[in-house]
Nanobody, 122 residues
Framework: QLQASGGGLVQAGGSLRLSCAASGRTFSTYAMGWFRQAPGKEREFAAA????????SYADSVMGRFTISRDNAKNTVYLQMNSLKPEDTAVYYCAAVSKSEYYTSKGDYDYWGQGTLVTVSS
């Protein structure tokens, strides 16, 4: 089970940190991803991280502004979002796949959190 939190309303240029807490004892064996879905659009990839945390991937649209990290001792993955833009407004979902390396396609993920809304005002 995945529980995402940390969304909210922020002004353009601001920052937010999303968290996703996972249940279970084998968190480090799961690669994790963050996806987002803006109103009227398809869910898209934002960032992903391997089970060990050693490798990461970002969408071009968030590269240099977002940082994905994980704390396997706390069964939690984070998404630090800086320099937020109005176009970052979306529901953000965390996802997990029982593989050691990350994936960037939503179809590869087995488990999904409920989503947390991020709204960036201009």
């Amino acid at each position: 089970q995945l529980q995402a939190s940390g969304g909210g309303l922020v002004q353009a240029g601001g920052s937010l940190r999303l968290s996703c807490a996972a249940s279970g004892r084998t968190f480090s064996t799961y690669a994790m991803g963050w996806f987002r879905q803006a109103p009227g659009k398809e869910r898209e990839f934002a960032a992903a991280i391997s089970g060990s945390g050693g490798t990461r991937s970002y969408a071009d649209s968030v590269m240099g502004r977002f940082t994905i990290s994980r704390d396997n001792a706390k069964n939690t993955v984070y998404l630090q979002m800086n320099s937020l833009k109005p176009e970052d407004t979306a529901v953000y979902y965390c996802a997990a796949v029982s593989k050691s390396e990350y994936y960037t396609s939503k179809g590869d993920y087995d488990y999904w959190g409920q989503g947390t809304l991020v709204t960036v005002s201009s």
